[in-house]
């Protein structure tokens, strides 16, 4: 301590103000180098992807694609899931890429509301969220990208079934975790139009396969056994339809029990090309996986807002529109036969 009245040397005093303005002047530059703690909307794309699971290969081929489109616009690629697709399973990830400042995320929401309030801590923090194949209640996102219209969808593999089984019989629906709303809502459309047009149809059961292969494939075999007289299975689950292929293909119900729904080629062709299965629809899960990232750069740009109406361009897919609630139609089903499914790799 320096008391009242004695002197600092003066060399003394020249070096503490030195020190002091040295030390003054380099807390400014560092402040005035660094950058921003949010740099979005500076032209830079942080993009993740949160599927159901890892490991599933439709979101193998929805995240491959949609790594692409992020490459293509300079932005920088990550997928993070949890093993199983449970409702809850997903939100430590959404926790963690919040506190990372990613700029997008795009999830396929296992359930439609236990992920909501991650999802809109991560919109208060200025990330983009959107959903893609299932969606959750709108106001937890910006944007659904949806492959078709659910009409659509439950439409066409009601209309291969009946055609299938000749309109008349025991059909089972299998689909993947209980609570997929996107998933949900097909089996409810299904259902409608099975009442409504086909009234010699009679829906026996719906069982769950969880998006696991063998689930799947037991929970199959126990419907087989369980009803007899079954004539024909509906999966709208890619793993279901294709565990059911490898059931029939070597049962003695192969050609007996009419199997369809959506699935992949490559994982069907199998199935397909022995007579297993005869039809089944399905889009390109991989433009889907590009039309979300597209979309994530527009709402990150500012090109878009997320209101009915507003346009953006999605690279090799070309222009989009939002519609109502916030939702981007990818496109109708495509239909898969022995005449076509060579025609497509994914």
Not at 83 to 92: C, D, E, L
Not at 132 to 141: A, I, V
Not at 181 to 188: A, C, E, G, H, L
């Amino acid at each position: 301590m320096v008391r009242i009245g004695m002197m600092i040397p003066r060399r003394q005093a020249v070096t503490t103000v030195v020190i002091a303005v040295a030390v003054a002047v380099a807390a400014t530059a560092c402040s005035a180098d660094s950058p921003p703690t949010d740099d979005r909307g500076s032209g830079h794309y942080s993009i993740a992807f949160v599927p159901k699971n890892l490991g599933n290969p439709y979101f193998v081929a929805s995240a491959t694609d949609g790594k692409a489109a992020v490459e293509e616009f300079g932005g920088e690629f990550q997928e993070v899931a949890p093993s199983q697709p449970t409702p809850t399973g997903q939100v430590p990830f959404l926790n963690t890429l919040m506190q990372q400042g990613v700029d997008g995320i795009a999830m396929a929401a296992v359930d439609p509301k236990a992920p909501c309030d991650a999802m809109n801590q991560a919109r208060r923090t200025g990330t983009k969220v959107v959903t893609f194949d299932s969606d959750t209640d709108p106001t937890c996102r910006d944007l659904f990208i949806n492959s078709a219209t659910a009409e659509g969808i439950a439409k066409a593999q009601v209309d291969i079934i009946s055609e299938q089984i000749g309109g008349a019989g025991e059909v089972a629906i299998i689909s993947g975790a209980p609570n997929a709303p996107t998933q949900n809502k097909w089996i409810d459309l299904m259902k409608k139009d099975i009442a409504a047009n086909h009234p010699g149809i009679e829906v026996v059961d719906v069982v769950y396969g969880n998006d696991d292969d063998q689930q799947a494939y037991d929970k199959i075999a126990g419907l087989v056994t369980k009803y007899p007289a079954l004539k024909g299975i509906i999966a709208p689950d890619t793993v279901a339809i294709a565990a059911g292929g490898r059931y029939l293909q070597k049962s003695e119900h192969k050609g007996k029990i009419a199997l369809t729904g959506l699935g992949l080629p490559n994982q069907m062709k199998p199935y397909v090309m022995d007579g297993t299965v005869t039809k089944f629809a399905l889009w390109n899960p991989g433009d889907l996986g590009y039309l979300a990232a597209h979309a994530l750069k527009a709402l990150i740009d500012g090109t878009i807002t997320g209101k009915q109406g507003d346009k953006f361009q999605a690279g090799k897919l070309g222009e989009y529109e939002v519609g109502q609630d916030g939702m981007v139609l990818l496109g109708q089903p495509t239909l898969f036969t022995k005449d076509n499914i060579g025609d497509f790799n994914f």
